[in-house]
C-alpha cells in the first residue's frame, strides 16, 4: 500500500521560509517522477515543481522560480520543497504526488500521477 505524507507546513510571514516533505511508504520515491500541487481558496489544483527520476526538475508555476527548489534524499525516500521568500499568492494547500508511467519525465497536470498526499497548508500573511 502506497502513502505519501506531506509535513512541515504553517504560517509565515511575506519574505519567510518553510521546507515541506513528501515521505512515502510503499513505494521507491528514488524512482520515480514526484511533482508538488497546490490548491489555493476557490481555485483548482496546479503544479508547482516536480523532480523526475533521473533528478531533474521542471517548474509548472512561473511564479515560484528563483524562490522554490525541489529535492530529494534517496535514504529517507522523501522529497522535500523548499520555499523562501514566501508571498501571500502562496497561500495554498500544497500536495505531493508520484506514480506517473513514465517516472523519468516531470509532469504538472494532475491527471498522470496516482498517488496523493494528505496535503499541508501554507499560509502567508503579515
Known amino acids: 500500500q502506497v502513502q505519501l505524507v506531506e509535513s512541515g507546513g504553517g504560517s509565515v510571514q511575506p519574505g519567510g521560509s518553510l521546507r515541506l516533505s513528501c515521505a512515502a511508504s510503499g513505494i521507491n520515491l528514488n524512482y520515480e517522477s514526484v511533482a508538488w500541487f497546490r490548491q489555493a481558496p476557490g481555485k483548482g489544483r496546479a503544479g508547482v515543481l516536480c523532480?523526475?527520476?533521473?533528478?531533474?526538475?521542471?517548474y509548472y508555476a512561473g511564479s515560484v522560480q528563483g524562490r522554490f527548489t525541489v529535492s530529494r534524499d534517496s535514504g529517507k525516500n522523501t522529497v522535500y520543497l523548499q520555499m523562501n521568500n514566501l508571498q501571500p499568492e502562496d497561500t495554498a494547500v500544497y500536495y505531493c504526488a508520484t506514480g506517473t508511467p513514465m517516472p523519468y519525465y516531470c509532469s504538472g497536470t494532475a491527471g498522470q500521477f496516482d498517488y496523493w498526499g494528505q496535503g499541508t497548508q501554507v499560509a502567508v500573511s503579515s
Open positions: 523532480i523526475n527520476a533521473a533528478g531533474g526538475s521542471e
